[in-house]
């Protein structure tokens, strides 16, 4: 079978090869999916250009955070699979190849009709906004959030998610082109911050589209001023959870919107929720945010989607910004 190797460090064109591995050699516990697709994050893209991250040592490997395969094999001892199905490998275990051999119970059933494309992004982005969401949340139903970032995989599910809750969201995105697929999957409010308004003209193009909402409850995966044009929009007690830096600058914060509002800042991390769950609440997790996708029609736009002979085209969409890259890069290791 094929697969993509991860083998040194640079462009990732030059850093991976595509290979020739063993066929699957299954047990009486595994099944194996033939992987339909499998998406390229920012994550993959950076191990590959930064020799800091993965050390030479660790080399080659199989990236793949997550994807989305059909099952092919059932072991003698496996229930709750069957040939055909589609199915979700465990995370992080190397998806960039084209079966997967895995022990049935680190698996996790995807609905029959649902898009194997988009169920690929379950894992990591789904799985990262139900953490998110859940960890923080102690609102009523019809209560607001706000985050930016809101176009980004993970920004779209906590959108669906917040919805699927009962919570109303304000979205701030970089370009009013989105506003209309993130309504489609559930936002109830969007604007626009390129950073020239200052916080209190920011608040108050926020209170316009909220019709002067009270909010809650902040999600800030940007970073530098934008956490303090967010915190500037939040209610007294409110909360503002940090979960990412894009901007690649420190938060920004207005002392006496800390003080006077009594804000709580938090931080989040992943596997910090995750590594506490079992496999029966991670499957539990999964089957909610796969309902999402198949019955309430949660999407992620996919810029595009490429066989693994075209994988270096891949790559180079996937490190592109903006209008150049309208979603996520899709690999197809079974054309």
């Keep these: 079978m094929k697969a993509l190797q991860h083998i040194g460090h640079g462009d990732p064109a030059d850093a991976m090869r595509l290979v020739d591995l063993p066929d ?15 998406p390229v994050h920012g994550l993959e893209v950076r191990d590959a250009l930064d020799p800091k991250r993965i050390d030479k040592s660790a080399l080659p490997r199989i990236p793949g955070l997550e994807g989305c395969g059909r099952v092919v094999f059932v072991g003698s001892n496996v229930t709750g699979f069957a040939v055909d199905d589609l199915a979700l490998p465990p995370p992080r275990c190397g998806t ?5 051999t895995a022990a049935a119970t680190d698996c996790a059933p995807a609905p029959a009709h649902g898009d194997p494309e988009q169920l690929a992004l379950v894992l990591i982005n789904g799985m990262t906004a139900a953490l998110l969401l859940d960890a923080h949340n102690n609102l009523a139903m019809g209560r607001w959030i706000i985050q930016n ?23 701030i995105v970089r ?11 559930g936002a109830d409010a969007c604007i626009v ?6 916080r209190t003209a ?19 995966t940007v970073a530098g001023d934008s956490s303090g044009r967010m915190a500037h929009c939040l209610s007294n007690d409110a909360k503002l959870i940090v979960y ?6 420190p938060c920004s914060f207005d002392t006496a919107d800390l003080r006077r509002k009594a804000l709580q800042i938090g931080g989040y991390r992943k596997s910090n929720h995750e590594n506490t769950l079992s496999q029966t609440d991670k499957r539990d997790y ?41 979603g996520k890069v899709m690999l197809l290791p079974n054309g």
Aim: with cysteine; charged share 25%.
């Design 202 to 220: 920011f608040a108050a193009r926020v209170q316009g589209v909220t019709a002067g909402a009270d909010l809650h409850l902040g999600f800030d």
């Design 175 to 185: 370009r009013d082109d989105q506003f209309d697929s993130l309504r489609n999957i």
């Design 149 to 171: 970032a809101a176009g980004s995989s993970c920004g779209r599910w906590l959108i669906a998610l917040a919805k699927d809750a009962g919570l109303f969201s304000v979205n």
């Design 244 to 249: 990412g830096d894009l901007s690649g600058e």
């Design 286 to 326: 999964y089957a909610r945010l796969c309902r999402l996708i198949a019955d309430q029609n949660m999407r992620v736009p996919i810029a595009g989607a490429y066989t693994f002979d075209d994988y270096a085209e891949a790559f180079r969409h996937a490190r592109q910004n903006g209008t150049a890259r309208e």
């Design 24 to 38: 699957p050699d299954p047990g009486p516990n595994d099944i194996v999916l033939k992987m339909l697709a499998v």
């Design 193 to 198: 911050d390129t950073g020239e308004d200052n």
């Design 96 to 100: 960039y190849q084209q079966f997967i």
